[in-house]
């Protein structure tokens, strides 16, 4: 089944510890986006990928690393969380950029305290 | 001032009802998409424009480049399609091609 897999789907933990959400998709695509998802903001691009080893920054990148090493993942890296960060998490993939459908992962919640 | 508005905030209708998103933005744009929230959470996108009309079941969503406009209709409404529908644009302008901008999302309610 094609699909966009995210891990953990839940997170709680405290501030200044490392953590890492997991992003997979078995489409072959070649574009691939991190997003939050924060009440009356609605979704915001933190990174996105065009292909691999090239990635670059969305509209909130602040906090955040991503690396992509491979084609399928996409991890999206919080080396010193803080509560500003508790959110809701998206992954998402397409084909080749942004003028492709969307995939969409199930969403990491993720809570900083 | 946003980039990408929607209308309405929040919509209630009764189940059979023909309904109407609109979203506007004020950038050029290549691309338009219309996804939908479930609420528990899911995100799945319904189309994606960057001109004229497309067509899926119940659903209809149309572009208009010049008037820098989009509407979502949803023919004889039921209560599944009780979601939050949001509007996104990939802009002409810089270097960014990975670049998504989002409206903040229609929350629709369809009564039985």
């Known amino acids: 089944e094609a699909q966009v897999t995210q891990n953990p789907r839940y997170l709680i933990t405290v501030t200044g510890k490392k953590l890492t959400v997991t992003c997979s998709q078995n489409?072959?695509?070649?574009?691939m986006s991190w997003y939050r998802q924060d009440p009356g903001l609605g979704l915001r691009q933190i990174y996105y990928?065009?292909?691999?080893?090239?990635?670059d920054k969305g509209d909130v990148p602040e906090g955040y690393k991503v690396s992509r090493k491979e084609k399928r993942n996409f991890p999206l890296i919080l080396e010193s969380p803080s509560p500003n960060q508790t959110s809701l998490y998206f992954c998402?993939?397409?084909?080749?950029?942004?003028?492709?459908?969307?995939?969409f992962g199930p969403g990491t919640r993720l809570t900083v305290t | 001032k946003n980039e990408v508005e929607q209308s309405p905030q929040n919509l209630t209708a009764q189940e059979g009802e023909f309904i109407t998103i609109n979203c506007s933005y004020s950038?050029?744009?290549?691309?338009l998409h219309w996804l939908q929230q479930h609420p528990g959470g899911g995100i799945v996108s319904l189309f994606m424009?960057?001109?004229g009309k497309k067509k899926h079941g119940r659903l209809i969503a149309t572009i208009n480049i010049q008037e820098k406009h989009s509407s979502l209709h949803i023919t004889a409404s039921h209560p599944r399609d009780s979601a939050v529908y949001i509007c996104?644009?990939?802009?002409?302008?810089?270097?960014?091609?990975?670049?998504?901008?989002f409206g903040k999302g229609t929350k629709l309610s369809v009564k039985p």
């Open positions: 990928s065009m292909n691999v080893e090239v990635t």
């Open positions: 998402a993939s397409s084909l080749r950029g942004v003028s492709y459908e969307q995939y």
């Open positions: 489409m072959n695509h070649e574009y």
């Open positions: 424009l960057s001109s």
């Open positions: 996104a644009v990939r802009s002409n302008y810089g270097g960014s091609q990975g670049n998504l901008i």
């Open positions: 950038v050029g744009i290549s691309a």
